[in-house]
């Protein structure tokens, strides 16, 4: 609960946005939902520049629903309150789609080993 209350309560990167964060996307068919992703604001600064990051996690979507994929990760992409996006849970499936929308891969030597 404590983490919680950080992301979506005292989040610091939230300040401006009061309300309007979408603290995640859904994909639904008829009367499921199918598919999830985490939308997580992040407050970044260089050279005394602010930056807002979505950082994106904890992507799911069903198997038999994966061919609406595209669509619901492109309003991801698309926000129009941020500055850049971070995918934190991409996967050799998911980092096809992260190529088609031209993602930058993270500049370390394996994706596979953690660095904390």
Same mark, same amino acid.
């Given at each position: ?11 610091? &990167?939230?300040? *401006? ?7 995640? +996307?859904?994909?639904?068919? =008829? ?6 992703? &985490? @939308? ?7 050279? @005394?520049?602010?930056?807002?990051? &979505?950082? &994106?996690?904890?992507?799911?979507? *069903?198997?038999?629903?994966? @061919?609406?994929?595209i669509p619901s990760i492109a309003r991801c992409f698309h926000q129009k309150?941020? =500055?850049? +996006?971070?995918?934190t849970s991409a996967d050799y499936e998911s980092g096809k789609l992260c ?11 394996? +994706? ?5």
């Amino acid at each position: 609960m404590e983490e919680w209350q950080y992301l979506w309560v005292d989040n610091p &990167a939230l300040r *401006d946005f009061q309300d309007n964060w979408p603290i995640g +996307l859904i994909l639904e068919d =008829d009367n499921n939902i199918v598919g999830y992703i &985490a @939308n997580i604001p992040v407050a970044y600064e260089y050279n @005394n520049i602010k930056f807002i990051a &979505a950082a &994106a996690s904890s992507w799911v979507v *069903d198997v038999n629903d994966r @061919n609406h994929t595209i669509p619901s990760i492109a309003r991801c992409f698309h926000q129009k309150m941020v =500055d850049f +996006l971070i995918i934190t849970s991409a996967d050799y499936e998911s980092g096809k789609l992260c190529r088609l929308f031209r993602c930058k891969k993270v500049p370390i030597p394996s +994706l596979s080993i953690p660095l904390f």
